[in-house]
């Protein structure tokens, strides 16, 4: 069974960083897309950054220049490196496996970042 655990998350002044790891198990991790994707109140859940097998990434025009996808094939971990945070950040941010096309596998639990202004 597909496991993603997501840690980290919290409060942060604006401008301030964070950094969220999500260890993956019940997968083969090394042949698996990983995502990080979002969701704010009253709005829907956007993808925000993705990187391939070949560590290849791709992101969100909101986030783009600010927030860095990376991958730990040892350890079974994908991260999201999030500066410069703005308020509108603030959102629910969950981690999730995809096939080569995007296609979701799994999805973890969602962990908390509240940005104040």
């Known amino acids: 069974q597909v496991q993603l655990v997501e840690i980290g998350g919290g409060f942060v002044q604006a401008g301030g960083s964070l950094r969220l790891p999500c260890a993956a198990s019940?997968?083969?991790?090394?042949?698996?897309?990983m995502g990080w994707s979002r969701q704010a109140p009253g709005k829907q859940r956007e993808l925000v950054a993705v990187?391939?097998?070949?560590?290849?990434?791709n992101y969100a025009d909101s986030v783009k220049g600010r927030f860095t996808i990376t991958r730990d094939d040892a350890k079974n971990t994908v991260y999201l490196q999030m500066n410069s945070l703005k308020p509108e950040d603030t959102a629910v941010y969950y981690c999730?496996?995809?096939?080569?096309?995007?296609?979701?596998?799994?999805w973890g639990r969602g962990t908390q970042v509240t940005v104040s202004s």
């Open positions: 999730n496996a995809r096939h080569e096309r995007l296609e979701i596998i799994s």
């Open positions: 019940g997968l083969i991790f090394t042949a698996i897309t």
């Open positions: 990187v391939t097998t070949g560590g290849i990434s």
